[in-house]
C-alpha cells in the first residue's frame, strides 16, 4: 500500500528555515516523479516543487532559489527544504506521488506557519 | 505560465442531480488534464486523469470530456459522499491548478 508521512511543520519566524521530510512506504521514492504542493488556508492548490526519477528539478516562481527539493534515497524520503520564508508561505504542504506530472498519491499534509 | 480558470466557483445541488464542472486553459495543454476531489481538512484524490482516463477505484458517475483549452468534469447523479470541493490541474507545461469549485447542499 503506497503510503506518504510528512513530518517537520510548525510556526517559523519570518526570514527563517525549516526543512520538511515524507517518509514514503509501498514505493521507491527515487523511481518516480515526486512533488510538493501547498495550500493556503481556505486557499485552493499551488504546485511548489517536482523532482524527477532523474534527479532534474523545478520549482514555482514564487519560491524559487528559496526552497531546495531533494531526496535520499537509503531512506525512501523526500524532502523540501525552505528557507527565507515569508509570511505568504504559511500553508499546509502536501508531499505527493507522480505520474511524471500528474499526481496519483497525496499525503496527509502538515502545516506551515510563518509568524513572528 | 498556463493559467486554468474553474466556474462556477460555488455550485449548490441535491442528491441526484447531474452537476457540470468546467475548466478553461489560458493555452492549449492537448489532454494534459485531471480532476480532484478534496474534502474539508483532507488531501485531494485522483479522480480523472488525461482529460477523460477514469482513475481505478474512482465511482463512474465521475467523467471528463474535453480537449485544448475547455474541459469539464460531470457527476451523473450526485451521491452524498460528492460534496466537496474540485480541482482541475493542468500538466502540459509544469503543473497549475484551477481555483476550485465547491459543491454544496441546495
Known amino acids: 500500500e503506497v503510503q506518504l508521512v510528512e513530518s517537520g511543520g510548525g510556526l517559523i519566524q519570518p526570514g527563517g528555515s525549516l526543512r520538511l521530510s515524507c517518509a514514503a512506504s509501498?514505493?521507491?521514492?527515487?523511481?518516480?516523479?515526486m512533488t510538493w504542493v501547498r495550500q493556503a488556508p481556505g486557499k485552493g492548490l499551488e504546485w511548489v516543487s517536482l523532482?524527477?526519477?532523474?534527479?532534474?528539478?523545478y520549482y514555482a516562481d514564487s519560491v524559487k532559489g528559496r526552497f531546495t527539493i531533494s531526496r535520499d534515497k537509503s531512506k525512501n524520503t523526500l524532502y523540501l527544504q525552505m528557507n527565507s520564508l515569508r509570511a505568504e508561505d504559511t500553508a499546509v504542504y502536501y508531499c505527493?506521488?507522480?505520474?511524471?506530472?500528474?499526481?496519483?498519491?497525496w499525503g496527509q499534509g502538515i502545516l506551515v506557519t510563518v509568524s513572528s | 505560465d498556463i493559467q486554468m480558470t474553474q466556474s462556477p466557483s460555488t455550485l449548490s445541488a441535491s442528491v441526484g442531480d447531474r452537476v457540470t464542472i468546467t475548466c478553461r486553459a489560458s493555452?492549449?495543454?492537448?489532454?494534459?488534464l485531471a480532476w480532484y476531489q478534496q474534502k474539508s481538512g483532507k488531501a485531494p484524490k485522483l479522480l480523472i486523469y488525461?482529460?477523460?482516463s477514469l482513475e481505478s477505484g474512482a465511482p463512474s458517475r465521475f467523467s471528463g470530456s474535453g480537449s485544448g483549452t475547455e474541459f469539464t468534469l460531470t457527476i451523473s447523479s450526485l451521491q452524498p459522499d460528492d460534496f466537496a470541493t474540485y480541482y482541475c490541474?493542468?500538466?502540459?507545461?509544469?503543473?497549475?491548478f484551477g481555483q476550485g469549485t465547491k459543491v454544496e447542499i441546495k
Open positions: 505527493a506521488r507522480g505520474r511524471q506530472w500528474l499526481i496519483d498519491y
Open positions: 490541474q493542468q500538466y502540459n507545461n509544469y503543473s497549475t
Open positions: 509501498g514505493f521507491t521514492v527515487s523511481s518516480n516523479y
Open positions: 523532482i524527477y526519477s532523474g534527479g532534474s528539478t
Open positions: 488525461d482529460a477523460s
Open positions: 493555452q492549449s495543454i492537448g489532454r494534459w
